[in-house]
């Protein structure tokens, strides 16, 4: 069953009219968020300033949104002119009234009972483009909804569920396509970075992570090991309009834990891979983890900065991988500038001048189990960094954690979990979670604003001098941007798993962010 129900007197109201160029030229309006991180770079910063260092104390709750399901929401709120779009675990996509949280229309898509899913049933967000929202389910389906009713213009399947293909991304929206990944690394599917005419859903290119007989790369995986490789791509990627260049992040191989089974570098898992935006083609990669068996996914967002590199200017990409190591790349090669440790980690001695890790000795699971830093949750995991243009730091949630690594047996069964091995704390050890902010060229510690617990949450720069985020004990948070002090905090009653937003609708500057299963928005409250 679908359904599309309408408050008419508000669905009136929604214009939705979002062409290519106004999402390409997304900075200009401010008072809106248009794609899964703001703009097309990945900085999720704003230039917004209402809200600032000197009366941030002053926010309180606008209003708040009930969910109803059962798992946390990790939407990432789309506002165009006063509307806002948003989605709910597991198979919600609802439109809001940005100023008062009142629902225009919901849509509820039926999902099937024998889902294959690694961790839970999540979404995290919506596209827009022209007159139409776009979702992709947990069953691996592109829906398209007419944006001012919520009823459905197209829906193609783009995976076998039954397999393990699922989706959890919010897709990207660029001229006249919509970009989507697929979930499914733990049960040995081959990954893929599709391309969907946005007016038909007819797909226009489909590009493998993982190559196939014959193809370049292939020689990376030992007999037929490619055929079960996953590389999924579960986190909304980014986009250089300059270069036509669609850039995204690919998870692990296949089977985590066990290399022993696709023995050598096992190309492009654990890799940011750039794509021609007309053709799919790739035209560089990246691969931050070769022959990885620690299941340190390089699904994080990527962030495109135009700024100084070692005192020249350089477009590049930053990241902070989850394998402890914070990078700069070109953006338009690919080729690696610099990498630093931003947690402890103990599994390579450094990365080489060619951008490869010289990986230490007897860091590999063992049957008994092998203690390593940082553990499976990584350094940090998919939640968004930001990038300030206006301090020049790049802020990142981190964990500091070691594991102890397990290998197991691995064998591929279509629809099957395919992990081989594990792993488990380390009970000697009090992890913990922070807020760090990088300098952008070297990676060096600037602050850290420490937590009792793993930072969970994305996070949302602002040109009011402020960094929000939030807590897995629930707390809203504001800091300082230049100082990491704690400026305001809010007790939401739930962990955070999700990032913020910020809007401005009726002459007044919102902050939203989901909290447990409600999304929240703040405001200045006279």
């Known amino acids: 069953m679908r359904l599309a129900t309408a408050a008419l007197s508000l669905a009136a109201a929604v214009s939705a009219q979002v062409p290519y160029e106004r999402i390409l ?17 990945g900085q999720r910063y704003s230039s917004l300033n209402q ?27 789309i506002v165009v002119d006063g509307t806002m779009y948003i989605t709910e675990p597991p198979n919600v996509v609802k439109a809001l009234d940005a100023l008062t949280g009142t629902v225009i229309w919901t849509y509820k898509k039926t999902i099937p009972d024998d889902l294959r899913l690694c961790c839970s049933r999540v979404n995290r967000g919506v596209a827009v483009l022209d007159d139409m929202v776009y979702y992709t389910s947990i069953d691996a389906h ?18 076998d569920h039954k397999l393990g293909y699922s989706s959890t991304n919010a897709p990207l929206a660029i001229k006249g396509k919509v970009i989507t990944g697929v979930g499914g690394g733990e049960y040995g599917i081959r990954g893929f970075v599709d391309a969907y005419d946005a007016k038909t859903g007819k797909r226009l290119w489909r590009t493998h992570t993982v190559p196939a007989r014959g193809e370049p790369g292939v020689e990376t995986w030992a007999g037929k090991s490619y055929e079960s490789g996953s590389g999924s791509t579960w986190v909304t990627g980014s986009y250089d309009p300059v270069n036509n260049l669609v850039i995204w992040g690919v998870g692990n191989p296949g089977p985590d834990w066990n290399g022993d089974v696709r023995k050598g570098d ?6 940011f891979i750039a794509l021609d935006g007309g053709t799919g083609e790739m035209k560089w990669f ?54 630093k440790p931003y947690v402890k980690q103990t599994w390579a001695r450094g990365i080489d001048d060619n951008g490869r890790p010289m990986m230490l000795p007897g860091t590999d699971p063992t049957v008994e189990g092998n203690l390593l830093y940082p553990s499976l949750a990584g350094g940090t995991n998919w939640f968004s ?44 050890e009090e992890p913990y979670g922070a807020i760090r902010a990088l300098e952008t060229d070297s990676g060096n510690l600037k602050w850290e604003f420490r937590m009792k617990t793993q930072a969970s949450a994305g996070i949302l720069s602002t040109a009011g001098d402020i960094v929000f985020s939030g807590t897995g004990q629930g707390d809203v948070i504001a800091l300082h941007a230049a100082t990491g002090e704690l400026l305001w905090k809010f007790k939401g009653g739930g962990g955070v798993i999700a990032a913020p937003v910020t809007y401005l609708v009726g002459g007044k500057q919102y902050i939203s962010l989901a909290v447990g299963r409600a999304l929240f928005a703040f405001t200045l409250v006279e």
């Open 385 to 428: 960094p930001s990038w300030s243009p206006k301090h020049n730091l790049f802020y990142v949630p981190v964990r500091e954690e070691g594991a102890y690594y397990y290998k197991g047996e691995a064998e591929f069964k279509p629809g099957a979990l395919f992990n081989g091995g594990g792993q488990r704390s380390n009970p000697a």
């Open 266 to 271: 096992n190309l492009y898992t654990d890799s």
């Open 142 to 159: 592109m829906i398209a909804l007419d944006a001012k009713t919520g009823r459905v213009r197209w829906d193609v399947s783009f995976g």
């Open 51 to 77: 809200i600032h260092a000197g009366n941030v104390k002053k926010l309180g709750v606008a209003w708040v949104q009930q969910s109803g399901a059962t798992e946390p929401t990790q939407t990432s709120p």
């Open 286 to 339: 990246y691969q931050f983890t070769p022959h990885d068996t620690h299941d340190w996914d390089a699904t994080q967002v990527p962030v495109l900065i135009d700024g100084t590199f070692r005192g020249q200017p350089r477009k590049m990409v930053a990241t902070a991988n989850r394998n402890a190591f914070y990078y700069v790349l070109d953006r338009a090669t690919g080729k690696y500038l610099h990498a």
């Open 25 to 41: 030229e997304a900075r200009k309006e401010p008072h809106n968020w248009l794609t899964y991180s703001g703009t097309y770079d």
